[in-house]
Structure formats: C-alpha cells, structure tokens
C-alpha cells in the first residue's frame, strides 16, 4: 500500500492529494524525518518508525509559509497546494535565506496546473521576511 493511501483512508489526513501516482507532480508531499518524499510511490512499509509530517501538521515555517501564501493570493484551485507547502517548507528548514535559484530547484519537483509560480516564489520570500520581522 502507498504511504499516500495510509494518510487519507486509515489515518483521515486528507489534505495530502493523490495527483498522478508516480511521483511526478509533488500533491503527495510529505516530510519523513524531515526530507521531502512523495507519499504515492512509497510503500507505507517504508515510514514505519519515522516522523511523518503532512499539511496538517504545524512548524514554524510553515505557519509563516501560511501567512505568506495567504498575504499573496496564491492558491488559484488550490489542488496542489499542500504539496507546495510542504515542499517550501523543506525548503525553508534547510535554507535560512533562499535566493530565486534555491526556490526554483527546490519546488521544481511540484507541478501547479494553473501556473501560479510567481506568486509561490513571492510567498516564499514574504514567508522569509515575516520569519526574518519575528526574530
């Protein structure tokens, strides 16, 4: 059974999407101990023992990401959203300050359909300043 399935069905955490099933598009998102996986391919065997974080979930980072994306209208149908969180929230838990490129290569793995790229790579930025504002 995919860890995916795991979450949604036996778990009840349903914000983690299924969006194609080969981990291609990144809805499937999650951070097991800490590292960026994508749930639809991986065996819940896999995740025995470990931390699994999903959108539900909260950090820091992630409640600034929340704000940010919030702030920026990003969400235009939302569906692969809770996979761009987690991912900028990876992002962000490994790279205090990203630059444009840090951004690019670490979201390149999620794929949103209706294009809303800048106002992720805005967000994420503005989720720096408000972290940055909060020290």
């Known amino acids: 059974m995919p860890l995916l399935w795991a979450i949604r069905d036996i778990v009840g ?8 099933g080969v981990s291609q598009c ?3 998102s999650v951070l097991i101990d ?3 996986t994508k749930s639809c391919s991986m065996p819940v065997s896999y995740a025995f023992g470990k931390e699994i974080f999903t959108i539900e979930g909260s950090s ?12 920026g209208n ?25 630059t444009d490129k840090d951004i690019d290569a670490a979201m390149s793995s999620n794929i949103c359909r209706c294009g809303t790229y800048t106002r992720i790579k805005k967000a994420i930025h503005k989720a720096v300043a408000l972290k940055n504002e909060s020290i």
């Open 13 to 20: 955490l349903t914000g983690t999407k299924f969006g194609c």
């Open 26 to 28: 990144g809805a499937c």
């Open 34 to 36: 800490g590292t960026l």
């Open 60 to 71: 820091p980072n992630l409640e600034f990401l929340r704000e940010a994306w919030n702030e």
């Open 74 to 98: 990003v969400p235009q149908c939302g569906y692969c959203q809770s996979g761009q969180l987690i991912a900028a929230t990876s992002l962000l838990d490994a790279t205090e300050n990203p």
